[in-house]
T-cell receptor, first 111, second 115 residues
Framework: GENVEQHPSTLSVQEGDSAVIKCTYS??????FPWYKQELGKGPQLIID?????GEKKDQRIAVTLNKTAKHFSLHITETQPEDSAVYFC??????????FGQGTRLTINP | GAVVSQHPSWVICKSGTSVKIECRSL??????MFWYRQFPKQSLMLMAT?????????EQGVEKDKFLINHASLTLSTLTVTSAHPEDSSFYIC???????????FGAGTRLSVL
């Protein structure tokens, strides 16, 4: 089955700097890769996703890149703000199956 | 984005009682919903996959008689924690898959405390 590894587990950056979180997956059949943001005491919120037919997707300050050959995908947040502080989870799935999540990254934005 | 409503957000119950948690997709139909459990500072642990009109599929190690799942309509799934014990205290989160777009949205979670 699919296995997703996420790094780093914690990340601290200065406000205004960029943050990058990386994930690798094992199942080459996986074709959908969402990213979720979870604030303390709340459910995960979908922030961006990418499908295997594209290599990059951007939404304002957030972008995701996908390298199918290397089986890894990354989340990029630019011009970070304090409200970006949260736990971020990557996930992968081969089609209409259950999502397999990474271990999560606790991002802290220092003012 | 699509909305998944989960209730209650917080519940305290006595040991031995049962608790029901509801998960509703508000603006899309969800033939498939999922129930997760999350321990502090850990990732989401899938408990079961709920399919509308059929029996839920439980993950290995999850007691189906303890965690009863019902998915009677395309917009509602319920999780009942039966005969709750303190070790069942946790954060339970549901999600619903938008069947048309194949995107999974999450509820706000339910914090269960069993005394």
């Amino acid at each position: 089955g699919e296995n997703v590894e996420q790094h780093p587990s914690t990340l601290s950056v200065q406000e205004g700097d960029s943050a990058v979180i990386k994930c690798t997956y094992s199942d080459s059949a996986s074709n959908y890769f969402p990213w979720y943001k979870q604030e303390l005491g709340k459910g995960p919120q979908l922030i961006i996703d990418i499908r295997s037919n594209v290599g990059e997707k951007k939404d304002q300050r957030i972008a995701v890149t996908l390298n199918k050959t290397a089986k890894h995908f990354s989340l990029h947040i630019t011009e970070t703000q304090p409200e970006d502080s949260a736990v971020y989870f990557c996930a992968a799935t081969p089609g209409a199956q259950k999502l397999v999540f990474g271990q999560g990254t606790r991002l802290t934005i220092n003012p | 984005g699509a909305v998944v409503s989960q209730h209650p957000s917080w519940v305290i119950c006595k040991s031995g009682t049962s608790v029901k948690i509801e998960c509703r997709s508000l603006d899309f139909q969800a033939t498939t919903m999922f129930w997760y459990r999350q321990f502090p500072k850990q990732s989401l642990m899938l408990m079961a996959t709920s399919n509308e009109g059929s029996k839920a599929t439980y993950e290995q190690g999850v007691e189906k008689d303890k965690f009863l799942i019902n998915h009677a309509s395309l917009t509602l799934s319920t999780l009942t924690v039966t005969s709750a014990h303190p070790e069942d205290s946790s954060f339970y989160i549901c999600s619903a898959r938008d069947s048309l777009r194949n995107i999974q949205y999450f509820g706000a979670g339910t914090r269960l405390s069993v005394l």
